[in-house]
T-cell receptor
């Protein structure tokens, strides 16, 4: 079946540090890939997406590239801020409108 | 454009009771999906409704059910509540581009 594996957290960084959160997937067919972010006490916000191989999704300084050869979709940001502290979820949709999520990675940014 | 709204935001119920949660999608969105989020199991898909019909279903027992109305609003019902049903229940809607799902703030259900 389809599955998503992302690096365990928490990830603790100082402000302005470089961020990478690793995500790999297993899926049949050609999935679309997503990163969602969840702030405390809130629902999920769509951060970025990519629908085919080599697509790069980007938003608010975050980027991720759909790598079919390594089945990966790693999230990166060049300079994190305290306000980026949240839980980040990698997810995919293959067949049907059903999102499959990774376990989530807690990011803590210290000032 | 207003986002996805869910009511109530918080709910406390007793084992054995039933509960109904409501979700209003973004205007114009016809697909509504429900997810359960728990610390142990993470985010799991419950079901999806499109044009008042269940289109996809996850691996949850029959105690979990849902429906969708002609205005695309959706409800989910959990009968005979168990302690393990305590979770954040998230609703998401999607429009023409099915694969982009937009989430509501969730309903936090506590079963005592």
């Amino acid at each position: 079946g389809n599955s998503v594996t992302q690096m365990e957290g928490p990830v603790t960084l100082s402000e302005e540090a470089f961020l990478t959160i690793n995500c790999t997937y297993t899926a049949t067919g050609y999935p679309s890939l997503f990163w969602y972010v969840q702030y405390p006490g809130e629902g999920l916000q769509l951060l970025l997406k990519a629908t085919k191989a080599d697509d790069k999704g980007s938003n608010k300084g975050f980027e991720a590239t759909y790598r079919k050869e390594t089945t990966s979709f790693h999230l990166e940001k060049g300079s994190v801020q305290v306000s980026d502290s949240a839980v980040y979820f990698c997810a995919l949709i293959s067949y049907g409108n059903k999102l499959v999520f990774g376990a989530g990675t807690i990011l803590r940014v210290k000032s | 454009k207003a986002g996805v709204t869910q009511t109530p935001r918080y709910l406390i119920k007793t084992r054995g009771q039933q509960v109904t949660l409501s979700c209003s999608p973004i205007s114009g969105h016809r697909s509504v999906s429900w997810y359960q989020q728990t610390p142990g199991q993470g985010l799991q898909f419950l079901f999806e409704y499109f044009s008042e019909t269940q289109r996809n279903k996850g691996n949850f027992p029959g105690r979990f059910s849902g429906r969708q109305f002609s205005n695309s609003r959706s409800e989910m019902n959990v009968s005979t509540l168990e302690l393990g049903d305590s979770a954040l229940y998230l609703c998401a809607s999607s429009g023409r581009q099915d694969y982009e799902q937009y989430f509501g703030p969730g309903t936090r259900l506590t079963v005592t």
